[in-house]
Structure formats: C-alpha cells, structure tokens
C-alpha cells in the first residue's frame, strides 16, 4: 500500500496525504501551495471537476533534429510517457460556477512548461475558439519559457498568441491570466501577461530572466522576494494575488463583472 503520509518541503511537517488533497494541494499547515499539473487545474477550476478535452489531436515534431546532451525526440518521448500528455498544454471546455469558459492549463512536468510550436498552436486555438464562440478565456500558465529545442519557430509563437489575443480584446471577449510556479521568459514575456487580469497564485516566481542574470546585467543585488507574486503586485505587474482555495470563486465572479452577468 502507498505511504499515506508525507512531508511539507515547506515547513518540513508531517502530512496525511489525504488532507492535501482535499486541500486542492496546499499545505493545511504553512498554506504553502505545491505545483499542480494540467489535469489537476483543470479538476479544480470546473464545475464538478468535468470538462471536456480539446485540440487533442496535435503533436509536436522535432523539425530541427536538435540534439544537445541528448536528442529533442527523446526528450518529447520521455515527457509524454512521464506525464501522458502529448504536450504541455491542455485545452479544455466546461463551466465555473455556471459560466461555459475556455481554459488552457499548463503543466510545468513536460520539459519545463517549455513553449514550442505546438503549446503555442494549442494556447491560440483556445484562444481562436473563444473568440468564434463568443466565451470567455482563462489560460493558467507555468513554464521555464520557449523551447530552445525549436529555436526561431518557438519565438514566433510570442506574435502568434499575442496576436490572436489582440482579435479576442477587439472582439470584447474577457482573458483572465493565471500565472503560477514559475511562470518565466518568453511565456511571461507573451500571453501570460496579456490578461485583462492578470493573477498570480501566492509566493510564484514570475519573471522573464532569472535573478542571477539579472545581477549580473545591472551588477546589483535583487532585494529579497524579487520575482515572487507579493513583490510584483506591489510594483504593479499584477493585479492580484490569489489563493488558491478561492481561486474558482474569485475567477467566477471577475467573469461575471466582465459579461454583465448577475448570479
Ligand atoms: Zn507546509
């Protein structure tokens, strides 16, 4: 039988397992919020827990034949077994609190929440979707930022997702953004805040280059906290941050504000 009990690597506790999940993966003890994967988003934020996968049917290729300690085909190959998902992305469609929305989840488990050309196709056909069908948009992001395995065509996913939001905007249509541990580079520097709202999960790291390069660049010392969601919120570059319990609530009633819908 599995061990039913496991330790914070926060406050070093000793946890019943049982109670973390049910504590939608944080901490009862020190509220610190552990990383989630895709499908466990998406269990959390929908009605029920249901919801209905979309844009399955796309994998990605390795076009370049990159190879550097070990080659890019089996890097995708071993993530997609490690985390039976052909990418690290999923899109999905369902309800919160009533309202049909369209969500993206990232999962940061598959090479790094890295976003190739396939995570950016996904994340703009959720987009192109809500857009024709007149819903709502969430995408909860997490990732270490484009694919390097891809090179330029990873890049031009940032103008591709960037441009299908600006068509979503015009077409009046709400995209609240989800940023959680880690959200970086050209993710953060793209759709993750591109958000009408733009919300970070407590004490995530967000940023585009990371600390040290950043020391070294300005050849300063970051003050403590730097990059982490409270730091950003307070300096302006979100507009929230949100627990991850109220989360689904606070989310519901932002799109209501938005669609002009009373409960
Ligand atoms: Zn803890």
């Known amino acids: 039988m599995e061990n039913p ?9 000793i946890l019943y397992k049982q109670d973390i999940l049910e504590n939608k993966y944080v901490c009862p003890s020190c509220n610190f919020h552990f990383r989630l994967g895709a499908r466990e988003r998406l269990e959390i934020l929908f009605d029920e827990g249901r919801y209905e996968l979309l844009d399955e049917g ?11 300690t070990r080659k890019y085909s ?19 469609r369902g309800t919160i609190e009533g309202i049909e929305t369209i969500v993206s989840a990232m999962d940061f488990s598959f090479m790094g929440g ?11 056909r959720a987009i192109e979707r809500a857009t024709k069908e007149k819903l709502p948009l969430i995408i909860i992001s997490t990732s270490g930022g484009a694919r390097m395995q891809e090179g330029a065509l990873s890049l031009m996913q940032l103008m591709k997702t960037s441009a299908a939001l ?3 905007g015009q077409a009046r249509l709400p995209y609240i953004s989800v940023l959680v541990d880690p959200t970086t580079g050209g993710t953060t520097a793209s759709y993750a805040m591109l958000g009408d709202i733009n919300i970070g999960e407590p004490n995530a790291l967000i940023g585009f280059a990371g600390p040290r390069v950043i020391e070294q660049t300005i050849k300063e010392k970051l003050p403590k906290g730097f990059q982490r969601s409270e730091f950003l919120l307070r300096h302006g570059l979100l507009d929230d941050v949100v627990e991850r319990k109220p989360l689904r609530s606070y989310i519901a009633r932002a799109l209501r504000l938005f669609l002009n819908r009373h409960p």
């Open 5 to 13: 009990w496991t330790r914070c690597n926060n406050c070093q506790r």
């Open 58 to 68: 796309i994998f990605p290729l390795d076009v370049l034949h990159f190879e550097d």
């Open 74 to 92: 089996v890097r995708l190959e071993e993530s997609q077994k490690k985390t039976r998902m052909t990418e690290a992305v999923l899109n999905a």
């Open 114 to 124: 890295s976003m190739g050309s396939v995570v950016g196709e996904k994340i703009t």
């Open 166 to 168: 600006a068509r979503l």
